[in-house]
């Protein structure tokens, strides 16, 4: 990856055969003058490739990636925020959001917005992983990849955990990597064949607006007691337009994000090391941690000590 002029210029490798090593681990780090830089570390093996970036930027940046041979990504937007510039129609890509997309053989076009210590994950597919993972499907048939952006899953973000979090290497980090990326892609498939099957929303798009506002308050205020009521009050909707659209928009309940988020932050905590349980449940909102550490072993089938050890 190297700078040019005004933009960043991003050489993807060729994920077809006998174009890279059987297994590799990098890491590029990319200063942008004084606009900001980008981190990427890279896990490359049998057509696939596993990217996770951190990146800083001070002002917008265009990136242009070149795209060598065919690929499905699997592209998951964890904060920041960026613009897939297409010929028809621009792509937003928000925080919280992936796509699930086919690239050709081309160069793509990103406008980057401004960001502090913003991130996203990338998985890239090559041809012959595409032909083994979906049977008598062809990557030929973009079509049904419909290049919509959609709301990331407590589920999805679990995964995405434990794929940057993995302390797993060699053959058996490679069956990791694999297996998990393949609950990944089977969840983005389902979600946008869902939305396919469906009615688009219901609701007027100041609502909808209204409905990011909420899912974004619950981050901020993760340790603070909020009622729907409330917080459909705190953003100026009716609390029953606030639980529907909720569950339309992001699959899942307000109370049911509520919990993933803060087992996810909890889990997040645990790894970094930092604070003991005690401290962790009073920094997500538990007064109680006996209650925190029953919710966790609930969602994760194991209690914070453990993990934490």
Known sequence: MK???NSILIERENLQNGFFSAYTEKENIIGCNSDGHFSFLETSFDNLQFIHCDYTLFDSKDVCVNIDSE?????FCLSGESKLLKKNEDVLLKTGHHMLRFQSSQQQEILMSPAEKARFYEIRIGFSHFEKLMGDFCPHSSGMFSNTPFAITPEMYAIVSQLTNTAYSGQMKTLFLEAKMTELFLLQLQQ??????KKTFSFKKSDKDKIYDARQLLKEHLNEFVTISRLAQLVGINKRKLAL????IFGYTVYQYIIDLKMQTAKSLLLDGNMNVNEIAYHIGYQNSQHFISAFKRKFGISPGKMKA
């Open 3 to 5: 700078q040019k002029t």
């Open 192 to 197: 946008q064949r869902q939305f396919s099957e």
């Open 245 to 248: 659209g909720f569950k339309e």
């Open 71 to 75: 690929v499905l990504e699997m592209h």
